[in-house]
């Protein structure tokens, strides 16, 4: 499974951008998914996880409530919609498909390309 990122781009604070995730191939809807970010000089982070069904998510804490993932099986395309955004949302956004197929426990074993999200002041 190969997994195309898109959607990135500049915009400024208090902007939206909605980013998607498309796998090339099955069985996607048996896997959670996940967004995580990287900005430079850091650490990659967690920013959102959903289960194979869409039933449960998962948000890092200074996401919660701007952000919404949401996933279309029938698509193979997981998205992220990001609302509210502020400057420190600034980063290289990255998909990523878990091990397992709930968001209790995520290990994410497949990463696709970055696509870059800019937030200016």
């Known amino acids: 499974v190969q997994l195309q990122a898109s959607g990135g781009g500049l915009v400024q604070t208090g902007g939206s951008l909605r980013l998607s995730c498309a796998a090339s191939?099955?069985?996607?809807?048996?896997?959670?998914m996940g967004w995580l970010r990287q900005a430079p000089g850091k650490g990659r982070e967690f920013v959102a996880a959903?289960?194979?069904?869409?039933?449960?998510?998962r948000y890092e804490d200074s996401v919660k409530g701007r952000f919404t993932i949401s996933r279309d099986n029938a698509k193979n395309t997981v998205y992220l919609q990001m609302n509210s955004l502020k400057p420190e949302d600034s980063a290289v956004y990255y998909c990523?498909?878990?091990?397992?197929?709930?968001?209790?426990?995520?290990?994410?074993?497949?990463w696709g390309q970055g696509t870059q999200v800019t937030v200016s002041s």
């Open positions: 959903i289960s194979w069904s869409g039933g449960s998510t």
């Open positions: 990523a498909q878990a091990r397992g197929s709930d968001v209790t426990v995520l290990a994410f074993t497949l």
């Open positions: 191939r099955r069985p996607f809807s048996n896997y959670a």
